[in-house]
Structure formats: C-alpha cells, structure tokens
C-alpha cells in the first residue's frame, strides 16, 4: 500500500519520469523505517543518490524519531551532467550601473563587477580570471 502511495505521488510530480521499482532491493539498514530510495541518471552506472525513511535519534536512550533524508553524490551528478559551455566573462568598473551590465549578459557574457574602483581595470580583470574589460562601451579583449 505505502508503495502504490510513493508511486502516485512521484507520478502525480512528472508523469514522464522513468522509475524502476525493486522489491527486494535491501541493504541492511536496520534503522530505515519505511520507503528507502536510489536515484540514477539515464546514462550512466553511478548512483546519483540514496535516501529513504528513517528513526533518527538514539534508540538505546529511548530517543527515537522519523526522519527522511537523503545524500546526494555530487561527483556522480557531476560526472552524469552535461558539461557547462565556457562564457566570456566581462569586467565592469565600480562606476557601471548594474542595469548597463544587462545588454552585455544578453549577449552571452559573464559579468564579474567590481565592488571598488581598480587603479588598473586590465590587471584586475585578469586577476578576476576575466576574458574581457568593458572600456569605453567596448569589450576589449585580454
């Protein structure tokens, strides 16, 4: 019965989420108290993260609650996901207001804006790790 539950609300959540169910499935956690739960990519082996229903607490001092919790194995999500594309990333002075950086961020870039002014905006922007400095209303290149 719990499981049919679990199973319509993850459905009722997103009706095309592919869900592989196994019964019989056991780790030996003895403190899991209900519904216990893995998560995997479509590509790939790696578990992305485990969790389940759970008494917390310290049960030989009669301190018992239920708990749901999980962990999630970033270097799995990680290794699992799309690499993120590269983007420009554009020094803005002190003195450029933030709704001049919003064109420049249309355009695809990343705009790091320093918070005080730099005596030398091309040596603080490639300190910042930045591809660009806007001077002059330009992008200039590093």
Do not use: I, N
Request: aromatic share 8%; with cysteine; net charge negative.
């Amino acid at each position: 019965m719990r499981l049919a539950e679990v199973v319509a609300l993850v459905a009722a959540a997103d009706e095309e989420l592919p869900l592989t169910l196994d019964a019989v499935d056991y780790r030996g956690l003895e403190y899991q108290t209900g519904v216990s739960f893995s998560v995997f990519a479509l590509a790939g082996r790696q578990e992305l993260a485990r969790g389940g229903r759970y008494s917390a607490g310290y049960p030989e001092d009669g301190v018992s609650e239920p708990a749901t919790g999980f962990t999630l194995y970033m270097d799995a999500v990680l290794a699992a996901s799309a690499p993120v594309p590269v983007r420009p990333r554009l020094y803005l002075s002190a003195a450029t207001a933030w709704h001049d950086a919003a064109p420049w961020q249309a355009k695809g870039y990343a705009v790091v804006r320093a918070v005080t002014s730099a005596a030398d905006p091309r040596a603080e922007a490639k300190r910042l790790g930045c591809t660009h400095v806007l001077l002059d209303d330009d992008a200039v290149p590093l």
